[in-house]
């Protein structure tokens, strides 16, 4: 008898969810939604396709003496799993309320073809499948839109200057009263400082760890986009580009990124090294929502 060998079952599974992400090319990966996505499972369902993939999860789950490991059911109460049905569901109700984005039925099967096709651990995405029945409408309301659905929602909030409006005007305010960097950062919520170098010409510099070490390529494009943001015009003197006449310790433009809105200023530089200085002003957290 023909005995497949691990690598055998490993492309085996791999090829079945690439041929389940390409039988859901014609979007008949819902359960009868609605024309915005919203599928028809009763919250019930929903906390029983939950229990099935954290039992799964948790048989995986390393445990210091596998003797002494309890059971799932011990660990994970039907409360706790009605919760977590009813928290899959939350992000998509914001979604719509604040922002009117859907998760429609084109998206979530796009969602899912991609995530079956692109996993890298396809035979825990099998086991996880299966533990649903080989349902995969259930596959994608219990596990593609809850994460899709956070995901979405945390782009949304962090870029919603309405919500982070007091960062926004502290960093303002700050900007408009400062005279250099030191000035800003007296009144930033935080304040970070890196040194960053060209690794094929760092010697003592870069023995540090604090350093960021660049490649030529991306030393290179490092000094361009800084030359841009302050508007340095000057000749570029050294072989790294980075002693073109900065003016040190003035302010760049107000940016953001997830965590806060952010002013940025060059404090020192020469052919090899840049330092950055970045003043912080902190946006409100994803938390609560």
């Known amino acids: 008898m023909y005995v497949a060998n691990a690598s055998t079952r490993f492309r085996v599974v791999v090829l079945g969810l690439v041929l389940a992400a390409v039988a859901l090319g014609g979007g008949a990966c819902l359960g009868q939604p609605d024309e915005s996505g919203e599928s028809a499972y009763s919250l019930a369902k929903r906390a029983e396709g939950h229990r099935r993939v954290a039992d799964v999860y948790w048989k995986h789950t390393e445990w210091p003496r596998s003797n002494d490991k309890p059971p799932f059911g011990a660990v994970v109460s039907q409360e706790e799993l009605r919760a977590r049905a009813v928290d899959s569901l939350v992000a998509s109700v914001l979604l719509k309320a604040r922002w009117s984005e859907s998760l429609t039925s084109e998206t979530l099967c796009r969602e899912t073809r991609r995530v079956l096709a692109s996993t890298r651990r396809p035979a825990m995405l099998q086991e996880l499948l299966e533990a649903l029945g080989g349902d995969m409408a259930e596959f994608t309301e219990v596990l593609v839109r809850p994460r899709l659905a956070r995901a979405r929602l945390q782009a949304r909030f962090y870029t919603d200057s309405s919500i982070h409006d007091a960062a926004w005007r502290a960093a303002r305010n700050g900007v408009d009263r400062a005279v250099d960097f030191e000035g800003l ?14 690794s094929a010409s760092c010697r003592e510099e870069c023995n540090g760890g604090d350093v960021i070490r660049l490649d030529e390529g991306e030393w290179k494009d490092l000094v361009n986009a800084l030359r841009v943001e302050f508007d340095v015009r000057g000749t570029q003197n050294g072989p790294g580009g980075a002693d073109i006449g900065w003016r040190f310790g003035s302010l760049g433009r107000i940016e953001e990124d997830d965590r806060s809105v952010y002013v940025r200023s060059v404090l020192r530089a020469d052919g090899d090294t840049i330092e950055l200085g970045e003043a912080r002003w902190a946006k409100a957290p994803f938390g609560p929502w």
Do not use: F, H, Y
Request: aromatic share 0%; glycine share 0%.
């Open 185 to 198: 950062a007296r009144v930033a919520d935080s304040v970070e400082r890196s040194v960053i170098a060209r």
